[in-house]
């Protein structure tokens, strides 16, 4: 069964920064694609970033590209998130999930998922 534990989320300062971890267990994650999406009580869940365990390419949300960075390690079988540069509107729950093969941004494609970890950003 897969599992997937987030963690890193807390409070901080408008410019500040946050490191998300996204632990994965359960099986081999080769072929995956890992995922970060947020969600706020009054919108959907949107598609944050991205990473293909494979070959390692990433994917960027407009709203967080060139402020944040997804890596993975191999060995620890985590995710994570870099936030810098932080703001008012990133305050959300941050959710990782997994599918197979492919990266998409369409949160219904993705197999599983995390608890979620809230990240507020204060003025």
């Known amino acids: 069964q897969v599992q997937l534990v987030e963690s890193g989320g807390g409070l901080v300062q408008a410019g500040g920064s946050l490191r998300l971890s996204c632990a994965a267990s359960?099986?081999?994650?080769?072929?995956?694609?890992i995922a970060w999406f947020r969600q706020t009580p009054e919108n959907e869940r949107d598609f944050v970033s991205a990473i293909s365990w494979s070959d390692g390419s990433t994917y960027y949300g407009r709203s967080v590209k060139g402020r944040f960075t997804i890596s993975r390690d191999n060995a620890k079988n985590t995710v994570y998130l870099q936030m810098n540069s932080l703001r008012p509107e990133d305050t959300a729950v941050y959710y990782c999930?997994?599918?197979?093969?492919?990266?998409?941004?369409?949160?219904?494609?993705?197999?599983?998922w995390g608890q979620g970890t809230q990240v507020t950003v204060s003025t």
């Open positions: 359960g099986r081999t994650f080769s072929d995956y694609a």
């Open positions: 999930a997994a599918r197979e093969r492919t990266v998409v941004v369409g949160d219904s494609a993705y197999d599983y």
